[in-house]
C-alpha cells in the first residue's frame, strides 16, 4: 500500500515539475519579446505601447468627423452595457441582509 502512495506522489511531482517548465519557459519568452520590442521603439515603453495599440487598430486614423465620433459613441455604448450588466451584480452583493446567528456552548 506503501509503494502505492509513493508513485502517485512521484507522479504528481513530475506533473508540477512539467508545468513549471512550461511557466518559465512562457516567461523568459514575454520577458525577451518585451526587450525586442523595446529595443525596437529606441528603448521608450510610451512608444512600445503605442505601436502596440496602432497594430490592433485600437489606434486609428479619422478621416472625417463623423467617423470619430461614430468611434466615440460606439465605445460610449459598451461602456453603458457593461455598466448595465454589473451594476446589478454590484448591487446584490452590497445589499444583502446579514442574518444573526446563535452560538451555543458545548
Known amino acids: ?3 502505492k502512495i509513493a508513485t502517485t506522489r512521484n507522479n504528481g511531482k513530475g506533473i508540477m515539475t512539467g508545468i513549471m517548465f512550461v511557466g518559465i519557459a512562457a516567461g523568459v519568452w514575454s520577458i525577451a519579446a518585451l526587450m525586442s520590442g523595446l529595443s525596437h521603439a529606441g528603448w521608450q515603453v510610451s512608444e512600445l505601447v ?5 497594430a490592433l487598430g485600437m489606434i486609428q486614423e ?5 467617423a470619430f465620433y461614430t468611434h466615440i459613441k460606439g465605445i460610449e455604448y459598451i461602456i453603458a452595457v457593461a455598466f448595465l450588466g454589473a451594476f446589478p451584480a454590484f ?4 445589499n444583502t441582509t446579514k442574518a ?3 452560538i451555543k456552548n458545548v
Do not use: A, D, G, I
Request: charged share 20%; no cysteine; hydrophobic share 45%.
Open 91 to 94: 448591487f446584490k452583493l452590497v
Open 100 to 102: 444573526p446567528v446563535e
Open 1 to 3: 500500500m506503501n509503494s
Open 50 to 54: 503605442r505601436s502596440y495599440m496602432v
Open 62 to 66: 479619422h478621416e472625417t468627423f463623423l
